[in-house]
T-cell receptor, first 112, second 116 residues
Framework: KAGVTQTPRYLIKTRGQQVTLSCSPISGHRSVSWYQQTPGQGLQFLFEYFSETQRNKGNFPGRFSGRQFSNSRSEMNVSTLELGDSALYLC???????????FGSGTRLTVV | AQSVTQLDSHVSVSEGTPVLLRCNYS??????LFWYVQHPNKGLQLLLK??????LVKGINGFEAEFKKSETSFHLTKPSAHMSDAAEYFC??????????????FGKGTHLIIQP
C-alpha cells in the first residue's frame, strides 16, 4: 500500500512569504502529526490532528498552523517566514499511537 | 510531560561487533516507546516499538530493545553490526494524558558509525 506522501519535496521561499505543505496519510490512518527537524533543535512536535480536529500542539508560534480534511489529508501553513524556519518538515500518520507512526520523506523548506 | 535522553551522540563500532544505543525516558503516564532510524537524506523508518506487552521487543534488521521500567530505560541492541546500519537513530516516547495525544517526543539522536 502507498506510504505517507508529502508534497512538495523541496521548497525555496523568501523571508516574509507564507508557505503551505501537504501530507497524504496512509489510507485508513486518521491521525496525522507534523514535526520540524533542524540540526540545532532536532526533531520537534508541531501538532497532531485526528478526524479534522487538532488534538495537541507543540511549542511553536502562531505563525505555524495546520488543518485536516475529511479524507484525512493534512496541510500545514507557515506565515511570515523567517530564516529560522528553514528545516525538514516531516509528516507522520498512524491508525493509533500504539501501532507506531509511519513518516513521509519530508519537505525541505529553505527560507532565503 | 515526557522527555527522552539518548546518552550518546555518537557511537562507533567495528563491523561484526555488538551495537548498544542507550536511551532513558521520563513520562507521567504509561508510555509507548519507539526506535526509529534515519539514513542520510531519507525519512524515518520504524525499527521497533514497545506498547506495554512483552518487555523484550524484536524489530527489523536484527535489532531489539528491552523496556526496563525500574531504570526508565529502553536501550537498543544488535548482536552484530553491518555497514548498512550506519545511520542516525532516534529514541521516541509517546503518551496519552486525559485522552489527548501528546505527540511524539524525540531524543536528540545517536549517530552510529560502523568501522570496516
Amino acid at each position: 500500500k502507498a506510504g505517507v506522501t508529502q508534497t512538495p519535496r523541496y521548497l525555496i521561499k523568501t523571508r516574509g512569504q507564507q508557505v503551505t505543505l501537504s501530507c497524504s496519510p496512509i489510507s485508513g490512518h486518521r491521525s496525522v502529526s507534523w514535526y520540524q527537524q533542524t540540526p540545532g533543535q532536532g526533531l520537534q512536535f508541531l501538532f497532531e490532528y485526528f478526524s479534522e480536529t487538532q488534538r495537541n500542539k507543540g511549542n511553536f508560534p502562531g505563525r505555524f498552523s495546520g488543518r485536516q480534511f475529511s479524507n484525512s489529508r493534512s496541510e500545514m501553513n507557515v506565515s511570515t517566514l523567517e530564516l529560522g524556519d528553514s528545516a525538514l518538515y516531516l509528516c507522520a500518520s498512524t491508525p493509533g499511537p500504539s501501532y507506531g507512526y509511519t513518516f513521509g520523506s519530508g519537505t525541505r523548506l529553505t527560507v532565503v | 510531560a515526557q522527555s527522552v535522553t539518548q546518552l550518546d551522540s555518537h557511537v562507533s563500532v567495528s563491523e561484526g561487533t555488538p551495537v548498544l544505543l542507550r536511551c532513558n525516558y521520563s513520562s507521567s503516564y504509561s508510555p509507548s516507546l519507539f526506535w526509529y532510524v534515519q539514513h542520510p537524506n531519507k525519512g524515518l523508518q520504524l525499527l521497533l516499538k514497545y506498547t506495554s506487552a512483552a518487555t523484550l521487543v524484536k524489530g527489523i534488521n536484527g535489532f531489539e530493545a528491552e523496556f526496563k521500567k525500574s531504570e526508565t530505560s529502553f536501550h537498543l541492541t544488535k548482536p552484530s553490526a553491518h555497514m548498512s546500519d550506519a545511520a542516525e537513530y532516534f529514541c521516541v516516547v509517546s503518551t496519552y494524558s486525559g485522552g489527548g495525544a501528546d505527540g511524539l517526543t524525540f531524543g536528540k539522536g545517536t549517530h552510529l558509525i560502523i568501522q570496516p
